[in-house]
C-alpha cells in the first residue's frame, strides 16, 4: 500500500478531496502524515479529524533553505512515504528535496501551465492574473515537481470556463470544484496503480 506525505499552507479543501477518495473510491493508499508550514493552517485540523499525524514544520525555525529541506525529507522518509503531495503548499521546495523524491511529489497548481505560472503565481493571485489578462479558459494542473517551479512533467489538466461576472474567489471556487477536487485525487490514484511513466518532460499514462 502507497503511503502518502501531505504538505499544506492552508484550508485544506484538496487534502479533504484526497482523504475523501480515499475513503470512497479504493485508492491503494494512505495518508501517513500531513505537514503544515503554517501552525494555524485548517488542514491541520481537517487531517486530526481522520487521526492522522498532523505537525507544523516552518522554514524560518531551520538554520536555513538546505537545512528545512533535509528535515522534511528525514520526515518523510522516517514515515515510509513513496509519494508527497503538495496540496496548497506556499513554501519553495529546495533541490535537495526534490531530487531526494523524484518523481514522488506531486504538486497542484490552479491554472493551466504554462500559464499564470512560476514565481509569484499562487494562490489568489493566479486567478486575478487570469481575469486580469481576459481570458476565457483556465483550469488547474497536477505535475510532478522539478527544481524548476511549476515546470515539471504534467499529469493532468482540466480546463474551466472563466464568466464575465467573476471575481477572483468566485472563479477560485469553480477552479476548486471543477478541477482541483477531481484531478488530484485521480492523480494519485494512477499513481498509486502504477500507470504513470515519466518519459523526460512528459508523462504517459498507462492503460
Ligand atoms: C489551491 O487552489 C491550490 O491549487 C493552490 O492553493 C489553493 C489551496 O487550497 N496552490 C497553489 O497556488 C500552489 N502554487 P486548499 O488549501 O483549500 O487546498
Not at 492522522?52 to 514544520?57: F, L, Y
Request: aromatic share 6%; with cysteine.
Amino acid at each position: 500500500m502507497l503511503k502518502i506525505g501531505v504538505l499544506v499552507s492552508g484550508g485544506g479543501t484538496n487534502l479533504q478531496a484526497i482523504m475523501d477518495a480515499i475513503d470512497t473510491q479504493g485508492i491503494p493508499a494512505e495518508i501517513v502524515s500531513v505537514v503544515s508550514s503554517n501552525p494555524n493552517a485548517y488542514a491541520l485540523e481537517r487531517a486530526k479529524n481522520k487521526g492522522i499525524e498532523a505537525v507544523t514544520m516552518r522554514k524560518r525555525d531551520y538554520a536555513d533553505a538546505k537545512a528545512y529541506d533535509i528535515a522534511l525529507a528525514e520526515h518523510f522518509k522516517s514515515r515510509g512515504v513513496g509519494l508527497v503531495v503538495l496540496a496548497g503548499f506556499m513554501t519553495i521546495l529546495g533541490e535537495t528535496f526534490v531530487n531526494e523524491f523524484e518523481n514522488k511529489i506531486m504538486n497542484i497548481h490552479p491554472a493551466l501551465i504554462p500559464s499564470f505560472c512560476g514565481d509569484g503565481f499562487y494562490g489568489l493571485h493566479v486567478h486575478e492574473a487570469v481575469l486580469a489578462k481576459g481570458v476565457k479558459l483556465t483550469g488547474a494542473t497536477v505535475h510532478f515537481v522539478s527544481p524548476i517551479t511549476d515546470g515539471g512533467p504534467i499529469i493532468l489538466q482540466k480546463a474551466v470556463e472563466v464568466l464575465d461576472d467573476d471575481t477572483p474567489e468566485v472563479l477560485q471556487k469553480r477552479v476548486m470544484e471543477q478541477a482541483e477536487w477531481k484531478i488530484f485525487p485521480e492523480a494519485i490514484r494512477l499513481f498509486a496503480e502504477g500507470k504513470l511513466q515519466v518519459e523526460g518532460n512528459k508523462v504517459r499514462i498507462k492503460k
